[in-house]
């Protein structure tokens, strides 16, 4: 109890620290004290338009000293031509809630000096940061939107919808310093109707700072050139842009409402919920925030990523989707609305980054990669029609879409056409995708139909698809029967190895001749011949599948379509070879060598190749033939103990000898290997010969006997190959 106490304590005292770092500094007051804010602006007497403004609004206790806070004051001049520009005689004819969300917007939390808006640190002043100086340039205000009412379309329900407090841009020298960019041009192509005055200081939003950090007893007073617009959500701005309804509109598709537990509790009436409106799947680009709380830190309290962190948005106009549905995807769909969810997340990904603030001079030098790698590139002077600054990020409208890599390379195929959207949910969720990006290697993909999967019976089950709401992104999935026959989303191990089981890291330009491939599974193989493609599951049933080209002119790569699932043998050959001499056993060829094994007792259910301890082995057996004739001639053992010893000649353990992948003709896996054979404290050995058309094994006392068969049968448990004679370790 007594421990649990102290931690408790500890806790508190950490997390009393980290406030203290973090947030009490801002409430410190200025050194000086020369009246509140409200006290100084009035006796200046060029403010009266924006005091009536504040008092107006609600705000005039805490300007006058109720809370501390720095004050962004617009002289009656720049408050005249506002109130002109936005078509009101006086602050009279503004509707309240809009004179609240204005007033609130030039009433930032906390006491900043210049020093601190020039180079604000939320872990606190102390804390040096050199290589994030100036980017933590937004700041919590006092403006926010009032609740908001929106359908749910897949609940079939009204939302309340709370918008949380804007933040506002600072634009400081440090900021563009510490990027390597000229902070005049940057600064100006998003705001060309105001001016870089920051040098040395800071521009706020679209504003000059005529007098700096005017000192108060409860916080600092910064005088402006003009007032400054309330800025909305990149999401809320881009829609009131009407070339951009498309982009919108497919993002929108990933609309969802997030239930704001503690903001109901703090703000909602009795029995009211309010919700948070986010984009499964996507940055949160409709948030005024950007960060609400996913890590389990309270939102408010994770001011480094609410000050640094920005949306910013590549939206190509409707003209350029419109143009690359078209060429992308009119073949396979009738619309926009019809594309699957993952494609279309997989594009939008290409068009939104979330990090920090992106300038034009970046993206000119090349500095911006998407989540999947790819170089976010276009002219800032050309390619762009609109552009904006927003509260949480940036925006620049496009006239063209900026197509990512996967929509190149051998993932391609999957995204274009909806009858391989099994596979493609299987590539994304198992980690693949990622594998398959760029062109530094070539990758071939043998690519199964949905309906090719659903026939396929994989670890005792068959596949299915369950679509879900076709509303709601990340409701459908693939899934397998369990134990109990309920269907169940398939694990992403078992994913993994299904998709990996269908790639090889090598471009394959022909199906024919007669070659092996590495899957990216290990110990698994595909193999080719001019019958088609087979994995060991197909090959051990005797079949090949017909392998046809996909797609041309992919960056990296080949893909083709297959009429079979591409999996591996999950059956043991140690449980099949007992019964290898029946008339119906698909590994007849082994028959003679099944008999030997029996009556050494190898195959007892009890005592299943026990000497090999579960490792993975290679099996070289003799055909039927040569233990037919060896027989005849006498050199096999009859005693059970003595042709105990003598089989596991042919068995090759992995781990014990180090081996990486199973022997193949022109894999170079040659020389002396252990066998499973004892020789006093050690094992027999067995010399393996790589003559590229073919293998040859060696035995001790000098005897060779050649592989024969075409390609080995590779069970979970091992690979079996033929050879044309028996061998003896001489022992």
């Known amino acids: 109890m007594i421990k649990r106490i102290t931690c408790l304590f500890s806790a508190c005292l950490l997390l009393f620290a980290c406030r203290e770092v973090g947030w009490e500094e801002h409430y410190e007051r200025p050194e000086w004290l020369k009246g509140n804010a409200w006290e100084l602006l009035e006796n200046r007497g060029e403010f009266s338009i924006f005091l009536a403004a504040v008092d107006k609004a609600g705000f005039r206790s805490l300007v006058e000293g109720k809370g501390i806070v720095t004050v962004l004051a617009p002289s009656d001049e720049a408050f005249e031509k506002y109130l002109l520009e936005q078509g009101f005689g006086t602050i009279d004819d503004m509707p309240t809630k809009e004179l609240k969300k204005l007033v ?14 020039a180079n604000y640190r939320p872990q606190g002043q102390e804390v040096d940061q050199p290589a994030m100086s100036g980017l933590y340039y937004k700041h919590r205000t006092k403006s926010r ?65 005529k007098e700096y950090a005017v000192p108060t007893d409860n916080g600092y007073v910064y005088v402006l050139d003009r007032v400054i617009a309330p800025l909305e959500t990149v999401y809320a701005q881009l829609k009131e842009e009407s070339d951009y309804s498309d982009f919108i509109g497919i993002y929108d ?40 709380g996913g890590s389990g830190l309270v939102d408010y309290a994770n001011l480094a990523e609410l000050s640094a962190n920005a949306y910013n948005v590549f939206a190509p106009n409707n003209t350029a989707i419109q143009s690359f549905f078209n060429e992308f995807w009119g073949n396979n769909y009738g619309s926009l609305e019809d594309v699957p969810f993952l494609p279309m997340q997989l594009l939008l ?45 940036v925006y620049y409208g496009l006239n063209e879409v900026i ?25 994304y969720q198992s980690g693949a995708l990622q594998a398959l990006m760029g062109d530094a290697l070539k990758f071939t993909v043998f690519i199964p139909s949905d309906e090719v999967i659903k026939n396929t019976i994989y670890g005792g089950s068959e596949i299915f698809w369950d679509e879900g709401n076709p509303l709601r992104f990340g409701d459908e999935a693939v899934q397998v029967e369990n134990t109990e026959g309920i269907l169940v989303p398939m694990s992403t191990g078992a994913m993994r190895a299904f998709v990996q089981n269908h790639i090889v890291t090598e471009e394959i330009t022909e199906i024919n001749g007669t070659k092996v491939y590495r899957t990216r599974n290990p110990f698994s193989y595909l193999y080719i011949t001019d019958q088609g493609v087979a994995s060991s599951n197909i090959y051990n049933l005797g079949e090949f599948t017909p392998a046809n080209t996909m797609g041309s002119g992919l960056t990296n790569g080949r893909t083709y379509d297959v009429e079979r699932s591409l999996i591996r043998e999950e059956g043991s050959f140690k449980y099949l070879i007992a019964s290898a001499s029946s008339g119906t056993s698909s590994i007849q060829e082994f028959g003679e060598f099944s008999k030997l ?33 060896a027989k005849e001639q006498g050199i096999i053992p009859t005693d059970s103990d003595e042709l105990e010893d003598y089989l596991r000649y042919y068995f090759i353990p992995i781990s014990s000898n180090g081996i990486n992948d199973y022997a193949f003709p022109g894999m170079e896996m040659e020389g002396d290997f252990l066998t499973s054979q004892e020789s006093g404290d050690t094992s027999s050995e067995i010399t393996l010969l790589d003559k590229e058309s073919g293998l040859q094994l060696r035995s001790a006392n000098g005897e060779t006997a050649n592989v024969v068969s075409t390609f080995p049968k590779i ?17």
Not at 107 to 114: E, I
Not at 601 to 623: C, H, I, S, W
């Open 349 to 393: 990904y290409n068009h939104v980054y979330s990090g920090s603030i992106v300038f034009p001079s970046e993206i000119e030098r090349g500095d911006i990669q998407s989540t999947f790698g790819n170089t976010i590139q276009f002219d800032p002077a050309q390619d762009v029609e609109a552009k904006g600054i927003a509260v949480n990020g």
């Open 104 to 117: 609130g917007y030039h009433l930032v939390y906390y006491s900043f000096s210049r020093e601190r808006f």
């Open 597 to 629: 094994l029996s009556q050494a007792g190898l195959v007892d259910p009890q005592n299943e190749f026990e000497f090999l301890f579960g490792d993975n082995y290679m099996l070289f057996a003799p055909t039927n033939k040569a233990i037919i004739k």
């Open 253 to 292: 598709r990933f609309k969802d409402y997030w239930y704001d537990d503690e903001t109901s509790k703090s703000y909602a009436e009795a029995g009211d919920s309010l919700y948070i409106k986010t984009h499964l799947g996507l940055p949160e680009i409709a948030s005024e925030w950007t960060y609400n």
């Open 403 to 427: 197509v990512p890599d996967l929509f190149k390379g051998v993932v391609s195929p999957m995204l274009k056409d909806p009858k391989y959207k099994m596979f493609l949910q299987m590539v």
């Open 715 to 731: 069970y979970v448990d091992g690979a079996v190959y033929q050879i044309d004679k028996v061998l003896s370790s001489g022992q």
């Open 145 to 209: 939107d009032t609740i908001s009412v929106e359908t749910d379309l897949i609940e079939g329900k009204e939302r309340t919808i709370f918008h949380k407090e804007r933040f506002l841009p600072v634009f400081s020298y440090n900021l563009f310093s510490s990027k390597n960019i000229d902070a005049a041009s940057n600064y100006e192509y998003f705001y060309p109707n105001s001016t870089w005055t920051g040098a040395g200081g800071f521009n706020i939003s679209n504003a000059t700072v």
